[in-house]
């Protein structure tokens, strides 16, 4: 069941680098502004914290800073001869998730970038 | 969950050409004589410790004794001891790959598995509907069972080390015939996971003392440098590795 919030002027979806300079620029003119992250918030501590953020196995392999695909995932294929598979996990490509951008992933900053868009 | 979800990932697998498996169920024996040749006493890696709980704390959870026998006789034919470094079976190889398949990772918790399913190109990755516990589960029954048809009624771990190089060579390139996974997605993950093991954080049950991270020269997961960089100007950073547990 979809919930009808309060409309705004302004809704930008990621609040990454890109995001976040958007929004303090807009807020300036007086419009209202949302602004929509996925994921969970992260916070320096605990989040970063270290030494735990050294954990390889568990963000670099297992990417638990990333989106979680057995939520929500993509299909892709290389070409229009090829049938479209999802992405069972993450590979080439790194999308993140929660609240922060560019910060925490570079990945991240380039879907700040595609979603907000110039 | 339960029973559709068994059927459902049934006929996909079917579809995908491999039969007979159930995921989440123990392959059924596949040849006669296979249940004797399983039936003998798991090797035991290491010593038993026994935790507070009265439950030995090197005990396999995901394992059955007879898989347990047949991951530490691939571990070792994987990354042997050698003059270079130590075997992966005395750093705990293998209870990482069983302390990884009994959490999060083995229930494919961060993987989606649902349809659409298709075989795939090899740039579309991992394309079966099993989870890795259901995987190495499936395979290793797979692998028990060529090997006993192929190699004179032995099982994996009964072969000799020579031998058991010349089945993984045969199992890695896919010439295996395995009944219900294709053998080179079951030997892809076990390399994957046999090498996480081998240079992961030691909290994970792999790379015990810091051994593998010594052999490299990594110093682990130390993260400031700021007061060694005067002492080590144009010297070698020649320190004793730290795992996250030693810097907490």
């Known amino acids: 069941m979809a919930t009808k919030l309060k409309s705004a002027d302004i809704v930008i979806v990621g609040l990454g680098w890109t995001g976040g300079i958007l ?33 390889e196995l568990r963000y670099a392999q297992r990417h638990e800073l990333m989106q979680n695909v057995s939520r929500e995932t993509l299909t892709f294929r290389n070409n229009a001869s090829q049938t479209a598979l999802p992405m069972r996990q993450l590979g080439s490509f790194l999308p993140g998730e929660g609240v922060g951008g560019a910060r925490c992933t570079l990945e991240r900053c380039d879907l700040a970038l595609a979603t907000v868009g110039p | 969950m339960a029973d559709d979800e068994g059927v459902r990932r049934r006929d996909v697998l079917k579809g995908l050409g491999v039969t007979g498996a159930v995921a989440g169920i123990v392959a059924k024996t596949v040849s006669p004589g296979i249940d004797e040749a399983q039936a003998q006493p798991a090797a035991q890696p290491h010593g038993h410790t026994m935790a507070r709980n009265g439950q030995a704390a090197d005990a396999f959870r995901f394992f059955t004794p007879p898989e347990a026998a047949v991951v530490v006789a691939l571990v070792d034919t994987l990354i042997p001891k050698d003059d270079v470094g130590p075997g992966g079976v005395e750093v705990g190889v293998p209870m990482f790959i069983d302390r990884e ?148």
């Open chain 1, 23 to 55: 929004a303090k620029e807009l807020a300036e003119t007086g419009l209202s502004i949302v602004v929509l992250e996925r994921g969970a918030p992260r916070d320096t501590n605990p989040d970063f914290m270290y030494p735990s953020v050294h954990d």
């Open chain 2, 101 to 248: 398949l009994a959490g999060a990772y083995g229930r494919g918790a961060r993987m989606y598995l649902d349809g659409p399913f298709g075989e795939g190109t090899p740039q579309q990755g991992y394309q079966l509907p099993l989870p890795p516990a259901d995987l190495y589960r499936v395979g290793i029954a797979d692998l028990n069972a060529w090997c006993f048809k192929t190699r004179g009624g032995k099982i994996f771990d009964q072969l000799s080390v020579a031998d058991r190089t010349m089945a993984l060579k045969a199992v890695e390139a896919g010439e295996a015939e395995f009944a219900q996974v294709p053998a080179r997605i079951f030997f892809s993950m076990l390399l994957q996971n046999t090498m996480e093991g081998y240079f992961a954080d030691s909290m994970y049950g792999g790379n015990r003392n810091n051994a593998v991270w010594k052999m490299i020269g990594f110093p682990g997961a130390i993260g400031m440098y700021g007061d060694v960089i005067e002492k080590y100007r144009n010297k070698q950073y020649d320190v004793a590795p730290k795992s996250i547990q030693d810097l907490s």
